[in-house]
C-alpha cells in the first residue's frame, strides 16, 4: 500500500520511518522490486541513491577490467560517471522493460563505458577483436589479461599471508590453460564477485545452465591445478 | 554428477566463497565436515575455490589496487603553468575541478583559474559544449556574473580562466552559520585549503551580516583576507581602515562547546591591540590560543547567531542582485542551470557574484571522492531538471532554494530514506516550510515560496519579477506575491492526490480543512468586526473615517465571504474526489462552471472522517447563524453544506433540520428574477430532501416533497425549461427511483428463507426477491410510484443526451437510470426488460468509456455495470470476465481504493456463482473464498462501513450454502455463526439498524433450518 508518501492521517501515526522498508533492512540489501520502485518514484534522484550504494562494487569491477596501460591515465572514478550519465540518460528505457536486475544494468553501462575508454586510448591500435558486439560482455580474451594483472597484485602485495606467491603462480598458469568461457565465469564469480544469478544475467543463461558452467569451470580449474603439481612435481 | 546435486553444490560453494570473504571460515575441511555426503566431491571444488579467493583477496589488500583520489593522481599530472598563465597556489575544490590563483603573465594580474582534469570520454565529448557554453558565458557582463576571460586546453586538460574575486563561497559561510565546520585557524596552522578545512573568512564576514550596514562586510573580508594572504600590500592597505574592526572585535563573546571560533584579527603593526581585551573575551578551555602580538583570537557567540531582521534584509539584497543578474543571462539566451550556495561569491564590496555561469550541468558535476556528493548537488535542482527541461525559471527555482536556506540555515531539500523530503513540510507536501522559522518576516517567505515553488507556472516567471518583489521588500512595500491561503493550497493538493483525498487521505485532507476553517473561525473575524465597530463609533465626528471603517468591514466581510467561498470549494473538492466511488448518485453539484458528479457511497465514511465531518459542520452552522442577516445566500449554502454531511453522517431528522434552514434562507434572499440559480439551489435541495424522508421510510413526505420540487420547476419557466432545471428533475426522479427500492428491500419482510438459489448471490445492500413473490401491498403502490419516476426521468434524461452530447454527466446518470431499471425489472420478474436496460447502460457507458478512456469513475461504473445480473439468470460469462479485468486494472492504478476491491469481491461471488451453475463446485468455492478474503479485509479495515460488514456475512452465508451442499454441516454452521458475531458486533453501533437487522434475521434463519436436518 506505499504510496511513496507517508499519509499524514492521524490513525497511520506510524507513517513513514517504520513502514518503508527501507527502514528495517540495511541500506545495502534493498531487494530488487523495491529499487526499481525507488528508481520509478525518484527518477534519477534515485538513480543517484543507488549507484552511490553500489559505487565502491562498480570500482573494483572496473579497476579489475581496466587495461593496465590506461591505469595510470584514466581514473575509474570518472569511468563511474560517465556511467552514470548514460544511466540517467537510459534509466526511463530501462524502466519500460528492465530486462536484468539494476545492479547488472549498472555493470552493463560501466563496463560499456570502460570499452569505449579503452578505445579512445588505443585508437590506432584497433584490434579486430575489441569491436563492441550487442552483448555488452566483456570481451573474453581481455579477462585473460585482467586476471594475469589481478594476480599480479597479489604477489606484490604486502600481506604475504593469506596466500603465497608460488601458489599465485601456479594459479596463473592453471588458468591461461582454460577456455574462455570458463575464465570469464571464474572471474565473474571470483573477482567481480557476482552471485550465481548476477552471472546468469550477465550471460544471459538460466540460473541453473550458470551454475553448471561455473561448476564445470571450477572442476576444470581443479584439474589443471592437479595438472600443474604433476608437472612441477617432476620438474 | 547428477544434474540435481549440481545446483546445491554451487550453492555450498557460493556459500563458502561469502564466509571466506567475509572471514568467517578457517579451512576448506572445517566447512567439508558439514557436508558429509557431497565431501568427496565439495572438497575438490573448494580446495581450487579456496586458492582463487584468497589470492583475490590479497590482491585487493594491495595498496596499489586502491583506487586514488583523482586528484591526488591528477595533481601529479598538473603543470605549473598553462601558456600565459602561472599558477600561484590553489584556492578551493569544487565538484568540476580546482581551482587555483594563477597570474596571468601577459597582464600582470591575477585571476582565478578553473582546472578540469580531462578524464576518458567525458572531456572528448563534451569538449565542444564546453566550449559553445564558455563562449556565451564570455559574453555576459554584469556586476553580478563573474567574468570569464578565457578557456584552453594543455595536455589535454581544460581550464579556463576567470576574474578572481576576493571573497568566499555562500556555503562556506552556511557552513560555518550552521556549525557544520569547526571555523576557523590561525594563521600559524593555515593548511592547504581544501572542502575540508574551516576557511579564516567566514567569521567575520558572517558577523557582519547581522549588522546594519552591509558595506562593513567589505572590511571584514578584506580583513580576513589580509591573514591568509600573501601580500605585503594587502596588509599594509588594511592599516588605515582597521577603526572598524575595533567596533567588531568588541561585540562578539562567548565560545561554542569547547571547540574555539576565532576571528582572526589583524597582524600588523598599526593594529591597536591594545584596545580589544582579549582576555576580557576569551573563554575557552584553556589550551592555548592567543599568542600576543600575533593572532588573537576571540570568539563568536551563539547569540550573536541569532538570525535577525537586519540579516535577513542582506540577504535579500544578495538575492536580489542576483535575481538581477539571472535576468541579464536569462535575456541573452544563457541559463545557469546550477544555481547553489556553492556557486555564488560574496566579496569584498559586499557584493554577490554568481560564476561558473553555464558552465556546468548539476549532473555533470560530482566529487566522486565523497559518498552522497551525487545527491549533494541534485539538491538545488528544479523538478523539471530531472526530466531534463529548463527554462529561466529552473533558475529562479534553484534561488528559491538557496534564499530558503540562507534564510533558515537548513537545507531545502534532503533525501530522507530513498525520497525526497522538502524541509520541514509533511510527506508528500511539494514546498518547504517555514513553520520552525517564523522570525522570517512573512513577506519575505512568501517571496521565497513562490520562488521556488514546484509548478513552474506557480513560480516567478522572470527572474525581473523575484528582484522587483525583494526590493519592494526592502522598501516596506506591500509585494506582489501572494501566499496560496491554506485552503488554497488544500485544494490544489487535493487536486494532485485524488487518491489520497478520496480515501486514505479523506481523513486527513478533512483534517486540514478543519484546522484552515478553525483559523478563520469566526470568532477572529469577530474581533475583527468588533474592532471595526469600535474605530467607527471613534470617528463618530470623522466622515472620512467612518467610510474607512465601513469599507473595512467590508473588506471583512469580503474576506469572510471570500473565506467561505474558498472553503465551500474545499469541501466541494474533498467530495468530488470520492467520485470514484460510483455506487450510488445523490447529488450533483456545480463546480467551476462544470457539472461534475459527485457520489456519496451511504455508510462509506469512516469513524475518523464523521469525527472531522462533525467539526466541518459546526464551522459552517456557526457562520450560517451568523452572518443569516448580511449574507442569506451564503448562509443557505452553510446550512445546506450542513445538511450533507449531517446526511451522510446518517443524521437524517438533524439533516433535515437543516435543509429546511436552508430552504428559508433561499427564500428570503433576494436575487435578481433573471437568476435562476436560487431556485436550482432550492430544488436540488428539495432532492435532498426526498432522500432523507425515503431512507426514513417517510415515503409519503418523500413524495410530497417531490411534488413540491416540482411545483417550483414549474413555477420557473426559465428554470423548467433549461437545461439544469431539466437535469435536476431527472436526478430528481432518479433518487427516488433507486432511494424507494433501496428501502423497499430494507423492509420488506422475510417469509421463508432463502437457501437456493446459491448461485445468485446477493449484490450489496439488496436481497434477490422472495422466491414466491410474497410482498406486501404497501411495496406494491410504491414500486408502481417509482417505476414512473424511472420511466420519466429516462425520458428527460435522453432528451437531455441527444441535445447535449458532450456532457458527461447526463449519460452517466442516463447509465444509473437504466441500472435502476434493471433492478426494477428483477422485481417484476421482467428479464427481458431488465435485458435491454442493462444492454442500454452498459452502451452507453462504454461509448463513455471510449471518450473518457482515463476517467476512472466511468469504467468502475461499467464494470459494475457489466457486473450487474438480471432478473432470475446469472450474469453472462463474457461480460463478467470483462467486468473483472475492468476492475483489476482499476486496482492495479489505485490500490488504495476500497470500492474497487468491493467491487471485485461482488465480481468473484458472482463468477463463483457460475461456476456453481456449471457444476465446478470446487472451483466455485475456491473462487467465493478468494472473494471472501476480500471482503473479509475490507470488513476489518473499515470495521464502520456498512456496506462491506453486510457483503462479508453475505458471502459467508453463500459459503455455508456451499457447505451445506456439499454434505458439511459443522462448517457450514461455523460460517453463518461468524458472520452474524461480525454483524452483532456492529449492529448496536449503527444509528440506522435497519439494514443489518434484516441481513441478520436471514442468517438466524439460515442457521436455524441447518441445524433443523
Known amino acids: 500500500m506505499d504510496s511513496g508518501f507517508a499519509s499524514s492521517d492521524p490513525k497511520n501515526a506510524k507513517s513513514e520511518p517504520s513502514s518503508g522498508p527501507e527502514s528495517r533492512v540495511p541500506a545495502e540489501s534493498l531487494c530488487s522490486e523495491q529499487e526499481l520502485q525507488l528508481l520509478n518514484q525518484q527518477g534519477v534522484a534515485g538513480l543517484a541513491i543507488l549507484f552511490e550504494r553500489y559505487r565502491s562494487r562498480l570500482e573494483k569491477i572496473v579497476e579489475f577490467r581496466m587495461d593496465e596501460r590506461i591505469k595510470r591515465r584514466v581514473d575509474p572514478a570518472d569511468v563511474l560517471q560517465e556511467a552514470f550519465m548514460e544511466l540517467s540518460t537510459r534509466l526511463a528505457e530501462f524502466l519500460e522493460r528492465p530486462g536484468v536486475s539494476v545492479f547488472i544494468w549498472m555493470r552493463q553501462k560501466t563496463i560499456q563505458n570502460l570499452i569505449d575508454v579503452h578505445r579512445e586510448h588505443f585508437r590506432g591500435k584497433r584490434d579486430p577483436n575489441k569491436e563492441l558486439n550487442q552483448a555488452p560482455n566483456w570481451n573474453s580474451n581481455e579477462t585473460g589479461l585482467s586476471i594475469n594483472a589481478f594476480l599480479a597484485a597479489s604477489m606484490t602485495s604486502p600481506s604475504q599471508h593469506i596466500i603465497k606467491v608460488e601458489e599465485v603462480l601456479k594459479l596463473q598458469s592453471a588458468i591461461q590453460m582454460l577456455n574462455e568461457l570458463d575464465r570469464e565465469v571464474i572471474a565473474l564469480r571470483h573477482f567481480e564477485q557476482l552471485t550465481n544469478l548476477q552471472v546468469a544475467e550477465v550471460l544471459n543463461l538460466s540460473p541453473t545452465a550458470a551454475s553448471n558452467r561455473y561448476i564445470r569451470a571450477i572442476s576444470r580449474l581443479s584439474e589443471s591445478l592437479t595438472d600443474e603439481s604433476r608437472n612441477q612435481g617432476k620438474n | ?1013
Open chain 2, 1 to 1013: 554428477m547428477s544434474s540435481e546435486a549440481l545446483p546445491s553444490i554451487d550453492l555450498l560453494v557460493e556459500e563458502y566463497s561469502l564466509l571466506l570473504r567475509q572471514g568467517k571460515v578457517g579451512s576448506v575441511e572445517d566447512f567439508v565436515s558439514r557436508y558429509p555426503q557431497q565431501a568427496e566431491a565439495l572438497r575438490r571444488l573448494l580446495v581450487v575455490v579456496d586458492m582463487v579467493e584468497r589470492a583475490a583477496l590479497q590482491a585487493a589488500s594491495n595498496p596499489d589496487e586502491t583506487s586514488d583520489t583523482k586528484f591526488r593522481q591528477f595533481e601529479k599530472d598538473i603543470p605549473h603553468s598553462f601558456g600565459d598563465f602561472e599558477i600561484v597556489r590553489e584556492l578551493g575544490r569544487g565538484g568540476m575541478g580546482i581551482v587555483y590563483v594563477a597570474k596571468q603573465r601577459s597582464l600582470k594580474r591575477l585571476v582565478a583559474l578553473k582546472v578540469l582534469p580531462s578524464s576518458g570520454p567525458q572531456a572528448i565529448k563534451n569538449r565542444q559544449r564546453f566550449r559553445r557554453e564558455a563562449e556565451s558565458a564570455a559574453s555576459l557582463h554584469h556586476t553580478n556574473i563573474v567574468p570569464v576571460f578565457g578557456i584552453g586546453e594543455q595536455d589535454g586538460i581544460l581550464f579556463y580562466a576567470m576574474q578572481l574575486i576576493d571573497g568566499v563561497p555562500l556555503n562556506h559561510v552556511l557552513d560555518f552559520l550552521q556549525n557544520r565546520k569547526s571555523a576557523i585557524k590561525d594563521k600559524e596552522n593555515h593548511d592547504t585549503l581544501d572542502e575540508h578545512s574551516p576557511q579564516l573568512i567566514p567569521a567575520q564576514a558572517v558577523v557582519k551580516l547581522f549588522q546594519s550596514d552591509a558595506r562593513d562586510i567589505a572590511d571584514i573580508l578584506y580583513h580576513a583576507n589580509a591573514i591568509q594572504g600573501d601580500s605585503t600590500e594587502r596588509v599594509k592597505q588594511t592599516a588605515v581602515e582597521s577603526s572598524k574592526s575595533k567596533f567588531l572585535a568588541s561585540t562578539v563573546t562567548m565560545e561554542q562547546g569547547g571547540k574555539q571560533f576565532g576571528v582572526a584579527t589583524l597582524q600588523h603593526s598599526n593594529a591597536e591591540p591594545a584596545q580589544i581585551n582579549p582576555n576580557s573575551l576569551l573563554e575557552n578551555d584553556g589550551s592555548q590560543s592567543a599568542k600576543p602580538n600575533s593572532t588573537q583570537s576571540s570568539v563568536l557567540s551563539r547569540k550573536s547567531f541569532e538570525l535577525n531582521a537586519t540579516y535577513f534584509r542582506n540577504i535579500s539584497r544578495l538575492i536580489a542582485s542576483a535575481a538581477n543578474a539571472l535576468q541579464y543571462a536569462h535575456q541573452q539566451g544563457i541559463l545557469h542551470r546550477d544555481i547553489k550556495p556553492g556557486n555564488l561569491l560574496l566579496d569584498r564590496d559586499a557584493t554577490l557574484w554568481i560564476t561558473d555561469f553555464g558552465l556546468a550541468r548539476p549532473t555533470d558535476i560530482a566529487d566522486v571522492t565523497q559518498t552522497g556528493e551525487i545527491v549533494g548537488t541534485l539538491r538545488y535542482m528544479a523538478p523539471e531538471q530531472f526530466q531534463g527541461q529548463a527554462d529561466q525559471r529552473t533558475d529562479i527555482y534553484s534561488l528559491g532554494l538557496t534564499l530558503f536556506e540562507l534564510l533558515t540555515l537548513q537545507p531545502a531539500v534532503e533525501f530522507a530514506q530513498g525520497k525526497l523530503k522538502y524541509f520541514n513540510s509533511d510527506s508528500g507536501e511539494l514546498q518547504p516550510s517555514f513553520s520552525r522559522h517564523t522570525n522570517v518576516p512573512r513577506d519575505l517567505q512568501t517571496i521565497c515560496l513562490k520562488a521556488c515553488a514546484h509548478d513552474t507556472s506557480q513560480r516567478y516567471q522572470h527572474a525581473r519579477e523575484l528582484e522587483e518583489d525583494l526590493r519592494r521588500f526592502l522598501d516596506d512595500r506591500p509585494i506582489l506575491a501572494r501566499r496560496a491561503t491554506p485552503i488554497e493550497r488544500f485544494i490544489r493538493w487535493s487536486r494532485r492526490n485524488p487518491a489520497l483525498a478520496g480515501f486514505m487521505g479523506l481523513s486527513a485532507s478533512l483534517l486540514i480543512l478543519i484546522l484552515i476553517l478553525q483559523a478563520i473561525s469566526n470568532r477572529e473575524k469577530q474581533q475583527n468586526i468588533a474592532k471595526i465597530q469600535e474605530e467607527y463609533q471613534r470617528a463618530e465626528e470623522n466622515v472620512k473615517q467612518k467610510s474607512q471603517a465601513l469599507e473595512d468591514a467590508r473588506v471583512a466581510t469580503q474576506r469572510a465571504e471570500n473565506n467561505l467561498q474558498l472553503a465551500m470549494e474545499a469541501f466541494d473538492k474533498v467530495v468530488t474526489n470520492i467520485s470514484s466511488r460510483g455506487l450510488n448518485m445523490n447529488s450533483i453539484t456545480e463546480i467551476d462552471g462544470e457539472s461534475e458528479l459527485v457520489s456519496f457511497a451511504d455508510a462509506e465514511l469512516n469513524s475518523a472522517d464523521i469525527e472531522l465531518l462533525d467539526t466541518l459542520l459546526s464551522f459552517f452552522d456557526r457562520f450560517a447563524q451568523e452572518n443569516g442577516t448580511n449574507l442569506k445566500l451564503q448562509s443557505a449554502t452553510a446550512s445546506r453544506r450542513v445538511g450533507d454531511i449531517q446526511f451522510h453522517l446518517g443524521r437524517l431528522p438533524e439533516a433535515e433540520k437543516s435543509y429546511r434552514k436552508s430552504l428559508e434562507y433561499y427564500e428570503a434572499a433576494v436575487v435578481n428574477d433573471e437568476d435562476v440559480s436560487k431556485d436550482l439551489a432550492i430544488v436540488e435541495v428539495y432532492t435532498q430532501l426526498v432522500q432523507v424522508n425515503a431512507r426514513q421510510g417517510n415515503m409519503a413526505v418523500a413524495l410530497a416533497t417531490q411534488q413540491k420540487a416540482r411545483q417550483i420547476l414549474e413555477r420557473n419557466q426559465r428554470l423548467k425549461s433549461s437545461e439544469q432545471g431539466k437535469f435536476a428533475l431527472a436526478v430528481l426522479l432518479n433518487n427516488i427511483a433507486s432511494s424507494g427500492l433501496r428501502m423497499g428491500t430494507d423492509l420488506r419482510p422475510r417469509s421463508r428463507p432463502n437457501l437456493f438459489p446459491p448461485f445468485r448471490p446477493a449484490i450489496a445492500g439488496e436481497a434477490p426477491p422472495p422466491p414466491n413473490n410474497v410482498q406486501p401491498p404497501g411495496v406494491a403502490i410504491r414500486m408502481k410510484q417509482e417505476i414512473e419516476a424511472n420511466k420519466e426521468a429516462r425520458r428527460i434524461l435522453m432528451e437531455l443526451v441527444s441535445q447535449n452530447p458532450q456532457t458527461e454527466a447526463y449519460q452517466i446518470t442516463l447509465a444509473q437510470n437504466y441500472r435502476d431499471e434493471v433492478r426494477i425489472s428483477r422485481f417484476l420478474r421482467d428479464p427481458s426488460q431488465g435485458d435491454k436496460a442493462i444492454a442500454e447502460a452498459i452502451k452507453i457507458l462504454q461509448e463513455l468509456r471510449a471518450q473518457n478512456p482515463n476517467s476512472l469513475l466511468i469504467q468502475y461504473q461499467l464494470a459494475e455495470t457489466l457486473g450487474t445480473p438480471v432478473s432470475g439468470k446469472p450474469v453472462e460469462y463474457q461480460r463478467l470476465n470483462e467486468a473483472l479485468r475492468i476492475c483489476d486494472r482499476l486496482i492495479e492504478l489505485q490500490p488504495n481504493i476500497p470500492e474497487y476491491r468491493a467491487l471485485r469481491g461482488s465480481l468473484l461471488v458472482r463468477q463463483a456463482g457460475l461456476r456453481f451453475a456449471n457444476g465446478k463446485r470446487d472451483e466455485a468455492e475456491q473462487l467465493l473464498q478468494e472473494a471472501i478474503e476480500y471482503q473479509k479485509s475490507l470488513a476489518e479495515q473499515f470495521p464502520d462501513v456498512l456496506i462491506y460488514q453486510i457483503t462479508y456475512a453475505q458471502s459467508l452465508q453463500m459459503h455455508a450454502n456451499y457447505l451445506v451442499d456439499r454434505g458439511d454441516s459443522q462448517q457450514a454452521l461455523a460460517k453463518i455463526d461468524l458472520a452474524i458475531r461480525s454483524l452483532e458486533r456492529i449492529r448496536k453501533s449503527r444509528p440506522q439498524p435497519f439494514m443489518l437487522q434484516n441481513v441478520i434475521n436471514r442468517l438466524v434463519e439460515t442457521r436455524n433450518s441447518i441445524t433443523s436436518k
